[in-house]
């Protein structure tokens, strides 16, 4: 079994900075892409951003220039460095890793920026 264990998320004024984690643990043989996704209210869950196993990044063109995805595969765990942070920025966050080809989610995270 594969577990996903978010941190970081809270509530922090428009322009404040936030860092997310997410750890992997169990059965682990090498994780391909790591992802963060976010859901608001009303809304369909988004790509965020997503980093390879080699380091290759991918960014929502909403976030870009301000958040940083990156990842420890020492410790099977991703984060995501946001700055500048937006009120529509507000929702939950998820993270998402593909190992083999299985997909699996963490439990989320909230983030609420106020304006």
């Known amino acids: 079994q594969v577990q996903l264990v978010e941190s970081g998320g809270g509530l922090v004024q428009a322009g404040g900075s936030l860092r997310l984690s997410c750890a992997a643990s169990?059965?682990?043989?090498?994780?391909?892409?790591m992802g963060w996704y976010r859901q608001a209210p009303g809304k369909q869950r988004e790509l965020v951003a997503s980093?390879?196993?080699?380091?290759?990044?991918n960014y929502a063109d909403s976030v870009k220039g301000r958040f940083t995805i990156s990842r420890d595969n020492a410790k099977n765990t991703v984060y995501l460095q946001m700055n500048s942070l937006k009120p529509e920025d507000t929702a939950v966050y998820y993270c998402?890793?593909?190992?083999?080809?299985?997909?699996?989610w963490g439990q989320g995270t909230q983030v609420t920026v106020s304006s």
């Open positions: 169990g059965s682990i043989f090498g994780i391909n892409i």
């Open positions: 980093i390879t196993r080699s380091g290759s990044t």
């Open positions: 998402n890793m593909v190992i083999g080809l299985k997909g699996y």
